[in-house]
């Protein structure tokens, strides 16, 4: 049997970034199907679903009446449009996520990962992650609506929730609190890990927008197919 990863100690943020490039490449090809997958299913979903719902476009030099006239069928428009891309990602992107930290936890204590058993074992916990989902959005939203700095520290200290509702088997309340007890004296390394892989991520999209763009139509679906490529990256730092 292979061995775990050895980790005994709290690691440096260094060690950490340094950490899940390596869980990232021993299994890479496992992320890549995962994330590749689940990438194309929301990408032909949601570009299904933008065909559909065509937001109509403003009159141009219009009056004020006419404006008026037009945000109806906007929002008639908009609002389905949001909705159902919502559920689409609500859906399954939490089996990508969940199925990721699944892995990174399995190669850590067992040296090993089993890419089915990780995705069955995320659909079974679906529910829980949906409520999880919820209740920690409902929060940062409060917070940044509130005044922004409350929501970022929201963001840090519920950053590991979803984790511990995985790995840890707690419950909804109990993922947030083991949260919270996880960042502790741990705010600025949670900070500067998230800094780190929010710019890694952000460049990465960038590269993905550009070369995705030509493709019309199916620029969404190509997208979140080479997204695969980085995606991994977070929950594989967060496990």
Do not use: C
């Amino acid at each position: 049997m292979s061995q775990g990863q050895g980790i005994t100690r709290e690691q440096s943020l260094g060690e950490v970034v340094s950490k899940t490039f390596d869980l990232y490449r021993r299994d890479f090809a496992k992320y890549l199907v995962l994330f590749a997958v689940v990438g194309a299913i929301t990408g032909v979903l949601t570009t299904l679903v933008r065909r559909a719902f065509i937001l109509p476009v403003p009159p141009a030099n219009g009056t004020p009446q006419q404006f008026l006239n037009w945000l109806p069928g906007f929002f008639g428009v908009l609002i389905p449009l949001v909705v159902l891309s919502l559920i689409v990602a609500a859906v399954f992107s939490p089996v990508a996520v969940g199925g990721a930290v699944k892995m990174a936890s399995e190669e850590i204590v067992k040296g090993q990962a089993d890419l089915g058993a990780s995705v069955r074992f995320a659909i079974s916990k679906l529910v829980r992650i949906w409520v999880l989902s919820f209740v920690v959005g409902v929060i940062v939203v409060a917070g940044l609506i509130a005044l922004v700095v409350p929501g970022i520290i929201f963001t840090i200290m519920f950053s590991l929730a979803f984790p511990a509702l995985l790995i840890e088997n707690t419950g909804i309340s109990e993922s947030l609190g083991r949260s919270r007890k996880l960042v502790g004296h741990r705010w600025l390394k949670t900070f500067a890990l998230a800094l780190v892989f929010g710019i890694i991520t952000v460049i990465a999209s960038a590269i993905v927008s550009a070369i995705s763009g030509p493709f019309g139509w199916a620029s969404n679906i190509v997208s979140s197919i080479l997204s695969a490529l980085y995606v991994p990256l977070i929950p594989i730092a967060l496990t």
